[in-house]
Nanobody, 128 residues
Framework: QGQLVESGGGSVQAGGSLTLSCAAS???????LAWFRQVPGQAREREGV?????????RYADSVQGRFAIIKDSAKNTLELRIGSLKVEDAGMYYC?????????????????????WGQGTQFTVSS
């Protein structure tokens, strides 16, 4: 089995941009790949922000539509999350996740319970 390793977190200013990267060797083929966010210290579970289905369909949470872009690069075995027009509420711990083999998730893409494989996360803060 492969590994999911996130990078790219840090401190950024509101209105700026940021790219998170996930090294996803072993998970690039025939799996839904997604990014989830969790706010440290809050009981709320991880929420899906973006996903790319096996057929290439991309999905986004309403709150990030138009500002986030999920990019799957099979040649580099990476999954990126490009974030623009950063808002304070975008901050948190971001996790890369892989779904079950050869199964599209459709409307369930945003449910953490559908993903069995997770990275350790990368965190960023946004200052106003």
């Amino acid at each position: 089995q492969g590994q999911l390793v996130e990078s790219g977190g840090g401190s950024v200013q509101a209105g700026g941009s940021l790219t998170l990267s996930c090294a996803a060797s072993g998970y690039m083929n025939k799996r839904v790949l997604a990014w989830f966010r969790q706010v440290p210290g809050q009981a709320r579970e991880r929420e899906g922000v973006a996903a790319v289905e096996i057929d290439g369909t991309t999905r986004y949470a309403d709150s990030v539509q138009g500002r986030f872009a999920i990019i799957k690069d099979s040649a580099k075995n990476t999954l990126e999350l490009r974030i623009g027009s950063l808002k304070v509420e975008d901050a948190g711990m971001y996790y890369c996740a892989a779904g079950p083999y050869d199964q599209e998730l459709g409307k369930y893409w945003h449910s953490a319970a559908e993903y069995a494989f997770w990275g350790q996360g990368t965190q960023f803060t946004v200052s106003s």
